[in-house]
T-cell receptor, first 115, second 113 residues
Framework: SQTIHQWPATLVQPVGSPLSLECTVE??????LYWYRQAAGRGLQLLFY??????ISSEVPQNLSASRPQDRQFILSSKKLLLSDSGFYLC??????????????FGEGSWLTVV | AQSVTQLDSHVSVSEGTPVLLRCNYS??????LFWYVQHPNKGLQLLLK??????LVKGINGFEAEFKKSETSFHLTKPSAHMSDAAEYFC???????????FGTGTRLQVFP
């Protein structure tokens, strides 16, 4: 099965600083990749998803961007962080459509605190 | 539009007693439904999934869920709670004809000794 690596696990950044969270996937090729954010006390919100290299779809307008430079690499970035960007960020992947019942696998997450 | 509603934000049980976490869904088509568990500061782990096969789905760690179309429900149950079951549980439905998941707001399960 797939293994998802995320880093860093914890990050404290000042407002206005840049951000880069990295996610890599092992054990599969050509996965669908996702970035989710989980704000304190709330459910998960889909931020970005990608079906292939260089193909990124954004779900909500925001201060963040995503890139997929390689098949199994997914990067979440920001040029200038806002306080509201704080939260728990999860990378996830699937092989095939979840609407067909394919399981989505999650990484261990990255805690971002913007101060 | 598809959605899920987790009816309880917090559930507290004693160790050894049954667990019931409630989830109702809204979908105009036959959905795929999942339950995920998240332990503190960890990623999400799949407990079980329903994909239009058997309506009673068995998952890991003794959990199971029953898909009831007439009630639009997919409640998660376990006969006997363990301390290690204390976590946040998410009910999830797939968005029609897409690869996107819609998460409920979660239910925090506390297990007392």
């Amino acid at each position: 099965s797939q293994t998802i690596h995320q880093w860093p696990a914890t990050l404290v950044q000042p407002v206005g600083s840049p951000l880069s969270l990295e996610c890599t996937v092992e054990g599969t090729s050509n996965p669908n990749l996702y970035w989710y954010r989980q704000a304190a006390g709330r459910g998960l919100q889909l931020l970005f998803y990608s079906v292939g290299i260089g193909q990124i779809s954004s779900e909500v307008p925001q201060n963040l961007s995503a890139s997929r430079p390689q098949d199994r690499q997914f990067i979440l970035s920001s040029k200038k962080l806002l306080l509201s960007d704080s939260g728990f960020y999860l990378c996830a992947c699937t092989r095939g459509q979840t609407s067909s019942g394919n399981t989505i696998y999650f990484g261990e997450g990255s805690w971002l605190t913007v101060v | 539009a598809q959605s899920v509603t987790q009816l309880d934000s917090h559930v507290s049980v004693s160790e050894g007693t049954p667990v019931l976490l409630r989830c109702n869904y809204s979908s105009s088509y036959s959905p795929s439904l999942f339950w995920y568990v998240q332990h503190p500061n960890k990623g999400l782990q799949l407990l079980l999934k329903y994909t239009s096969a058997a309506t009673l789905v068995k998952g890991i760690n003794g959990f199971e869920a029953e898909f009831k179309k007439s009630e639009t429900s997919f409640h998660l149950t376990k006969p006997s709670a363990h301390m290690s079951d204390a976590a946040e549980y998410f009910c999830v439905v797939t968005k029609y004809n897409t690869d996107k998941l819609i998460f409920g707001t979660g239910t925090r399960l506390q297990v007392f000794p």
